[in-house]
Structures are given as structure tokens and as C-alpha cells.
């Protein structure tokens, strides 16, 4: 079967750094995105990765590793707005989306 | 304001009733999804919409039914739920259909849903 994990929750402090992880067992690959929800909102897009490797958009980066099914987002300089659900997803050989369940992330002062 | 505007955003219903759920994106897209999400789990994925054709998830039960009169709106249509539907269903849209790439999902807000 197709799989996607990630922690279900993390706590970090206000300007520090937190890495969240994801792993995949899917059929095929196409692709791997994560997705914030800040609670009773939209999931809003953050990142897509399809080659190997880290892409930096400000302050949160995203990395892919294909050969460990593996990726994380790294949120750095960590404001109070980042508290919110992460979602990883990816896109499977048929492009069908297959999603994890989400990491709560906690930002304390 | 994501431009995909679900309606109502909270919704109470009995067993018994029949309610509807609607779905509003004027970003030109030319796909849309219906997802239902419910604590710790997964989104899972009850329909979509590409170019008017609609490719449904076989394991959405009949009490769920979908319409999609055009490419800017899509309902779901609920019948005799029962309180395990209870969920927060949510209306993305994406530029293309399914099978063509990795698509952005832009989402609505969603609708908070309780079956009592």
C-alpha cells in the first residue's frame, strides 16, 4: 500500500529552527509537496520538489532525497504565525495525490 | 481569501436532512476537488471534476453526491448522513485536470460539518 508519515506533532520556540519529516512509500514518484494549514483556514501551498536536493524560499526550505523516500521542511527564525498544520504530499506514478495526516507544529514564546 | 469560497462554513444537520455544500473559484482553473478531512488523518480525496468530467473515488458512499454545473462551481449534495461524517469538507481547484502533471491545489476554507 501507499504510505506517507510524519511526526503528529512538534513544539519548537520563537526563533529557533525546526525541521519537519516526511517519508513516502508510494507507487512511483512525481513529485512532493507540502501544503500549511493554520487552524479553521485554507491549506495554502509552500513548496513542490521533484529532483533531489534543498530549495530555499525565505525562511522555510524544502528537501527531497528519492533514493530514501525521505523529505523535511525547515522553517528557520520561527515567528508565532508558523504555528499551524504541515501537510506533506506526494505525487504518486498515476498522479494521484497521497497525503500524510499532518504535523501540528507549536510555536512557544 | 484563497480566490475558492466554500459556503456554509459551518453546518449542523440531523440524520434525516438534506443539505448541500457549494464551492466558488473565479481563478480560471479548470479542475475541482472535493476533500473530506478529519482529525489525525489524511485528506481524503471523494471527487474531482477536469474539464467537466467527473472522476469519483469508489469508496465514497451514495449519501455523498456531486454536481458541477460549471467550471466555477461545484456542490456536494448531502442525504441520510450519519454522524461519522462528521468532518471538515474542503473545495480545491487546480489550472489542470488530473493525469496532467503536478497540479497546485488552491483550497477553500472549507465547510465544518456535524451530524447529529
Known amino acids: 500500500g501507499q504510505n506517507i508519515d510524519q511526526p503528529t506533532e512538534m513544539t519548537a520556540t520563537e526563533g529557533a529552527i525546526v525541521q519537519i519529516n516526511c517519508t513516502y512509500q508510494t507507487s512511483g514518484f512525481n513529485g512532493l509537496f507540502w501544503y500549511q494549514q493554520h487552524a479553521g483556514e485554507a491549506p495554502t501551498f509552500l513548496s513542490y520538489n521533484v529532483l533531489d536536493g534543498l530549495e530555499e524560499k525565505g525562511r522555510f526550505s524544502s528537501f527531497l532525497s528519492r533514493s530514501k523516500g525521505y523529505s523535511y521542511l525547515l522553517l528557520k527564525e520561527l515567528q508565532m504565525k508558523d504555528s499551524a498544520s504541515y501537510l506533506c504530499?506526494?505525487?504518486?506514478?498515476?498522479?494521484?495525490?497521497?497525503w500524510g495526516a499532518g504535523t501540528k507544529l507549536i510555536i512557544k514564546p | 481569501e484563497t480566490g475558492v469560497t466554500q459556503t456554509p462554513r459551518h453546518l449542523v444537520m440531523g440524520m434525516t436532512n438534506k443539505k448541500s455544500l457549494k464551492c466558488e473559484q473565479h481563478l480560471g482553473h479548470n479542475a475541482m476537488y472535493w476533500y473530506k478531512q478529519s482529525a489525525k488523518k489524511p485528506l481524503e480525496l471523494m471527487f474531482v471534476y477536469s474539464l467537466e468530467e467527473r472522476v469519483e473515488n469508489n469508496s465514497v458512499p451514495s449519501r455523498f453526491s456531486p454536481e458541477c454545473p460549471n467550471s466555477s462551481h461545484l456542490f456536494l449534495h448531502l442525504h441520510t448522513l450519519q454522524p461519522e461524517d462528521s468532518a471538515l469538507y474542503l473545495c480545491a481547484s487546480s489550472q489542470d485536470g488530473v493525469s496532467s502533471g503536478a497540479n497546485v491545489l488552491t483550497f477553500g476554507a472549507g465547510s465544518r460539518l456535524t451530524v447529529l
Open positions: 504530499a506526494v505525487l504518486d506514478s498515476n498522479y494521484q495525490l497521497i
